[in-house]
């Protein structure tokens, strides 16, 4: 009779936030895999109930110190919606501006310091740096001015506090944005060096059938605005979100599962969702490098987002000069309206995937929230590629499967803090 | 020397988390009323001098290229009473083992530690660390940290005078 085997992997390294991965295997076959999130739900859905609306953006930012920009963008887009302001097209362009930094810090980071060295052998970036310097301090310098750009137009790289409902609180100077343009020439070269780098790494042999969601534009990479699409050829508007979507609880996780409506099926968002879906709305030079580096899409290999985190940041690059070069401080900096009673909600592209808002307001005040974050959506698209990569590995040792699948889990870069915080892994064989 | 003597004091406006900050301050002033090169900006040059607030210690990246000697003043929780005060030669394993604030990003050991393999850090490296109470938002530092700023302070000026020659 076969033995019921158990590998956990009691601290997933290289992860924002705390978690843990349960593997129970009977022979060879995969019984179960559980992502375990064990944080305390962090209720901020119920904190929010009875703030006034300008408190929120600060207050959702506080969610994650990664992509506090992303919970900043999706919670004023769904309260203006709801206050049914529009903002110019001026504070749109700043608010991509602000949405290109943080893309470029968590990109930067994850690329060269939480996942690289997992194609190249290393424990971690720190013991990357002693053999690959040039490229450690690439990453740090790329990540060091999405922080500036987030210093300057949200007043502080982490939670920054210069977004509002309605536009900004204080629109920066021209001299401040013009300052930062040799800097991001530098970035987008180097941005270009990364992905060349990321493009050469081994990639396991991984490609799954998954279905791909992203919020995707006519005109743009879409970041802040447009319909959540999916590769089935489907799409829908942010207020549709909550027909064609659900969140389920599971009993191992204090995070809810986001799936698809009407099977309550998997879904992946992230880069490599977008790149899939928007890469002929990629900036010229993240084009071009797709195309030098032959970064086919279709690609639904996990493992080889990295290099969709690559394009994006070179995206990111060439959109901010764009608009560092041209920028004129918007007047006003900030729309306003009555505080009458409405519902609204949005959906805009984290650098994790799609985040989902919606709120409910009466009086200035909020009533409801709900807020979807992107790990949520991916955590059972994360289980069901484990179950299908696992039975390769399971016949080595129990570290080697637990290191394998650790690397799978941080491809996807989950947040779980967002989405609820560090993983730790139990493999059970029989 | 070859390069400046460099000061970076990691903190928030937050509480006990205050405490860098307070003690960059104080050594600006200090700096200031010594003599010598008006400060610009967060930076103030005296003789090969400069003072630097972080907000996060992966900060340091962008200063230490031209440091010859590093001091770091940070608010740390787990090694004492509140109020006490640590001083550590890295590398030390101990300055890895304190509390790290949160985990968005590198925290101090693990910045010092890449600094090294990167060969980007001063071949002295002093961590001063600052017992700090439990941290409320931006409140005001508890009175046994604010009791010992200007001790520690004084301590660093003294410690950082010989390198830059004052």
Known sequence: MAKTRTIRVSALSRVEGEGGLLIRTKGNAVEEVQLHIFEPPRLFEALLRGRSVEEVPDITARICGICPVAYQMSSVHALEAALELTITPEIRRL???????????????????????????????????????????????????????????????????????????????????????????????????????????????????????????????????????????????????????????????????????????????????????????????????????????????????????????????????????????????????????????????????????????????????????????????????????????????????????????????????????????????? | MDGAALFVGVGSPHGDDRAGWLVADALSNRARAGCFTPPTDARAGCRGLVIHKASTPADLFDWLDDAATLIVCDAVRGAGPIGSLHRWIWPDARIGRLRASGSHDLCLSEVLEMAGRLDRLPAHVVVWGIEASPVAPVSEVSPEVGQVLPVVAEKIWSELSPAIDI
Request: contains cysteine; negative net charge.
């Open chain 1, 95 to 430: 608010r991509r501006l602000l949405y290109c930094g943080e893309w470029i810090e968590s990109h930067s980071l994850h690329v060269h310091l939480l996942n690289a060295p997992d194609f190249l052998g290393y424990e971690s970036g720190i013991a990357l740096a002693q053999d690959h310097r040039q490229e450690v301090n690439r990453g740090l310098r790329l990540k060091k001015h999405g922080n500036q750009l987030l210093e300057v137009l949200g007043g502080r790289a982490i939670h920054p506090i210069n977004v509002a409902v309605g536009g900004f609180y204080r629109a920066p100077r021209r001299d401040e944005l013009a300052a930062l343009v040799p800097d991001f020439e530098w970035g987008l070269a180097a941005a270009v060096e990364t992905t060349r780098w990321v493009a050469g790494f081994d990639f396991p042999d991984f490609e799954r059938d998954c279905e791909l969601l992203a919020v995707t534009h006519p005109d743009e990479y879409a970041m802040n605005e447009g319909r959540i699409a999916s590769t089935t050829g489907e799409s829908w508007t942010a207020a549709e979100f909550q027909s064609a979507f659900a969140e389920e609880q599971v009993a191992h996780s204090t995070a809810l599962h986001a799936v698809r409506q009407p099977k309550r099926t998997s879904y992946l968002t992230g880069p490599l969702a977008r790149v899939n879906l928007s890469r002929d709305r990629l900036s010229p030079t993240a084009r071009r490098t797709a195309d030098a580096i032959k970064f086919d899409t279709p690609c639904r290999n996990p493992f080889k987002a990295i290099i969709a985190r690559g394009l994006e940041v070179i995206n990111a690059f060439e959109e901010s000069l764009e608009i560092l070069r041209s920028y004129e401080p918007p007047a006003p900096c900030r729309v306003s309206g009555d505080k009458h009673a409405g519902a609204g909600c949005a959906a805009t592209e984290a650098p994790r995937g799609m985040l989902y808002h919606r709120y409910a307001v009466d009086d200035g005040k909020v009533t409801s929230a709900t807020i979807v974050p992107p790990t949520s959506q991916n955590q059972r698209q994360i289980e069901n590629d484990l179950r299908v990569y696992l039975p390769d590995l399971i016949s080595g040792d129990d570290a080697a499967v637990a290191s394998a699948c650790e690397r799978l889990v941080r491809s996807y870069d989950p947040c779980i803090s967002c989405s609820t915080h560090f993983l730790k892994v139990t493999l059970e064989r029989g």
